[in-house]
C-alpha cells in the first residue's frame, strides 16, 4: 500500500512556497494532483518530479532540441574552441 499522500500544504512547506503558488502549479499541470471531496492530494511518488531531481520526457527532448541547435549553429566555433 502506498504512504500517506501529501497535502497542498505539506507540498507548499517542501517546496518552500505558499499553497496559492501550489494550486496554481496543480492547475497548470506542473503538479499532478488528485482531488478529493474539497481539497487536492499529490502522491508521494511525485515528489522527484516537484523537486525537479527527475528530468521528464518532455524536459528531456526539450533539452536535447536546446543541445542539437547549438551544435547546428556553433559546431565549428565549440570545435576551435576545444584545440585551445
Known amino acids: 500500500m502506498e504512504k500517506e499522500p501529501l497535502s ?4 507548499a512547506k517542501i517546496l ?4 496559492i503558488a ?4 496543480i492547475k497548470s499541470g506542473e503538479i ?5 471531496g ?4 499529490i502522491n ?3 515528489l522527484p518530479q516537484i523537486l ?9 527532448r526539450v533539452i536535447e532540441e ?3 541547435k547549438t551544435i547546428s549553429e556553433y559546431g565549428e566555433t565549440l570545435r576551435l574552441l576545444g584545440r585551445e
Open 8 to 11: 497542498t500544504t505539506e507540498v
Open 16 to 19: 518552500g512556497i505558499s499553497r
Open 22 to 25: 501550489v494550486f496554481k502549479k
Open 32 to 36: 499532478k494532483a488528485k482531488k478529493v
Open 38 to 41: 474539497r481539497n487536492y492530494v
Open 44 to 46: 508521494r511518488s511525485e
Open 52 to 60: 525537479g531531481t527527475v528530468l521528464s520526457k518532455e524536459k528531456k
Open 66 to 68: 536546446a543541445v542539437s
